[in-house]
């Protein structure tokens, strides 16, 4: 397991699909980032580590999308995170952690996402249109419900956000 010093914004060139938690050799909590046309890559950082460094690359900040997502959806957690109009991450548990804090959830893109089905063996595995299979611990009517809900989600505040640049448009005229 190679872990890569890439920046945030050299890995979002590479076409991120998902940031997944899991242990390297020796124990550390590290990301698996899942690519479009490439091997996985491993980061030093925790999965919510990494997903608030993509969020400041787009200058956005992670808590205020958080609790506007949980806003919208009526959910306290899990909420689908729209960053930008092209990346919206899904929240899927994706472990069981060793320990307190490590984290369970690992996140996907929407747009990244081929397919849902279960397995009885494995439980429910996300198929992404690049080849990659995510299993997940969850129900695949919950995986069905979060991707429905992140359609949801980025539409309205994709919407918000077009609505207050054609204010700001008018407004500076």
């Known amino acids: ?13 590479m076409c991120v699909c998902g ?4 242990y390297d050799n020796y124990g550390d909590n590290i990301s698996r980032i899942l690519l479009w046309e490439a091997e996985p890559i491993y980061q030093r950082y925790r999965a919510d ?3 608030k460094r993509i969020a400041e690359t787009f200058c956005k900040d992670i808590s205020l999308i958080k609790k506007r997502a949980s806003h919208l959806s009526g959910q306290r957690t899990c909420n689908a995170l729209p960053i ?20 369970a959830t690992g996140y996907v893109l929407l747009s990244a996402i ?12 996300i198929q992404l249109m690049n080849g990659h ?16 809900m992140a359609k949801h989600i980025s539409d309205i505040m994709l919407e918000e ?7 700001y448009v008018f407004a500076s005229e």
């Open 19 to 22: 940031v997944l938690p899991v």
């Open 133 to 148: 299979t995510i299993i997940t611990s969850e129900a695949l009517k919950t995986c069905k419900h979060r991707i429905a």
């Open 161 to 167: 956000e077009r609505q207050t640049l054609k204010k």
């Open 114 to 125: 081929d397919d849902v089905s279960e397995n009885k063996s494995e439980g429910v595995s």
């Open 84 to 103: 930008a109009h092209n990346i919206v991450l899904i929240p899927f548990k994706t472990r069981i952690p060793i320990c307190k804090d490590d984290g």
């Open 49 to 51: 580590t990494m997903i």
């Open 1 to 13: 397991m190679l872990i890569s010093k890439l920046d945030t914004r050299e890995l979002l060139e």
